[in-house]
């Protein structure tokens, strides 16, 4: 299983961005799917999760800010960004659980790569 994430790059304070995650390879369902991120000099934070039917959660940090969704007929996730701060400076990575095989007794936690966001002025 692979996933792709892009949708990074520069903005300004104020700015929006939405990054994509694209799930591929032997995939029969997906359950949670999350983004995380890390800035420089600082740990891996959870930022946001979605599960299968479309229930959210998001750090204290983002809410009211940024969006996850999800096509599952299109085994993505989204992170739509707005009001974007200096503080949200970070490589943004993407992870989900995958059930690889129907017969599969439990899901794999696959990440992505990760794509930089940039706020500065």
């Known amino acids: 299983v692979q996933l792709q994430a892009s949708g990074g790059g520069l903005v300004q304070p104020g700015g929006s961005l939405r990054l994509s995650c694209a799930a591929s390879?032997?995939?029969?369902?997906?359950?949670?799917m999350r983004w995380y991120r890390q800035a420089p000099g600082k740990e891996r934070e959870l930022v946001a999760t979605?599960?299968?039917?479309?229930?959210?959660n998001y750090a204290d940090s983002v809410k009211g800010r940024f969006i996850i969704s999800r096509d599952n007929t299109k085994n993505t996730v989204y992170l739509r960004m707005d009001s974007l701060k200096p503080e949200d400076t970070a490589v943004y990575s993407c992870?989900?659980?995958?059930?690889?095989?129907?017969?599969?007794?439990?899901?794999?936690?696959?990440w992505g790569q990760g794509t930089l966001v940039t706020v500065s002025s």
């Open positions: 979605i599960t299968s039917g479309g229930n959210t």
């Open positions: 390879g032997s995939i029969f369902q997906i359950d949670r």
């Open positions: 992870n989900a659980d995958v059930l690889q095989q129907p017969w599969f007794d439990r899901h794999l936690a696959f």
